[in-house]
Antibody, heavy 120, light 107 residues
Framework: QVTLKESGPGMLQPSKTLSLTCSFS??????????VSWIRQPSGKSLEWLAA???????YYNPSLKSRLTVSKDTSNTQVFLKITSVDIADTATYYC????????????WGQGVMVTVSS | DIQMTQSPASLSASLGETVTIECLAS??????LAWYQQKPGKSPQLLIY???SLNDGVPSRFSGSGSGTQYSLKINSLQSEDVSIYFC?????????FGAGTKLELK
């Protein structure tokens, strides 16, 4: 059974660095063709793809946010991390991690999401 | 970035009705399109991929069609559990982009 779960600070101040963790089970990120992505959704709005990391350790970023994003994974290939630097109120959103897998590479499993509020 | 324009923004229909949601891509995405259903307070769930392939476990009253830049999601015989927000997503080119969503309510 594939499950993903996000965790994060809940609230942080503007200009700080947001650190998020996606813990997953039911698959390994070391398996060829496996990708874990981060997607966010401000309350009442649509979804924005942020970043991804694949089984080979290759990283992909949304150009609009690339300078502020860092995606990484742990050596056991059961967790993926996302750091967003210099957060602003506009970064307030629910953050999801989601799996993509060869050959379709669609977001087939999603975590429950973690809400992050940026406020002074 | 490829822009995804979804319509309508909201839709009200009666139980048993057939509803259609449209999605227009700003360029040809060669059927690399998905539809997701998001219920209140929940994460999105994949319904349709490659424009017309039904994901495992999705009821057959859902169907997708389209090609090029124009795509649609059809729900036959609307059920109460279909009340959700529906998003389209292009999977052709990074950054992967989503439509603004269609909120489906019961009349």
């Amino acid at each position: 059974q594939v499950t993903l779960k996000e965790s994060g600070p809940g609230m942080l101040q503007p200009s700080k660095t947001l650190s998020l963790t996606c813990s997953f089970s039911g698959f390994s990120l070391s398996t060829s063709g496996m990708v874990v992505s981060w997607i966010r959704q401000p309350s009442g709005k649509s979804l924005e793809w942020l970043a991804a990391i694949d089984w080979d350790g290759d990283k992909y970023y949304n150009p609009s946010l690339k300078s502020r994003l860092t995606v990484s994974k742990d050596t056991s290939n059961t967790q993926v991390f996302l750091k967003i630097t210099s957060v602003d109120i506009a970064d307030t959103a629910t953050y999801y991690c989601a799996r993509r897998v060869f050959p379709t590479y669609y977001f087939d499993y999603w975590g429950q999401g973690v809400m992050v509020t940026v406020s002074s | 970035d490829i822009q995804m324009t979804q319509s309508p923004a909201s839709l009200s229909a009666s139980l048993g009705e057939t509803v259609t949601i449209e999605c227009l891509a700003s360029e040809d995405i060669y059927s690399n399109l998905a539809w997701y259903q998001q219920k209140p307070g929940k994460s999105p769930q994949l319904l349709i991929y490659y424009a017309n392939s039904l994901n495992d476990g999705v009821p057959s009253r859902f169907s997708g069609s389209g090609s090029g830049t124009q795509y649609s999601l059809k729900i036959n015989s609307l059920q109460s559990e279909d009340v959700s927000i529906y998003f389209c997503q292009q999977n052709y080119d990074s950054p992967y982009t989503f439509g603004a969503g269609t909120k489906l309510e019961l009349k």
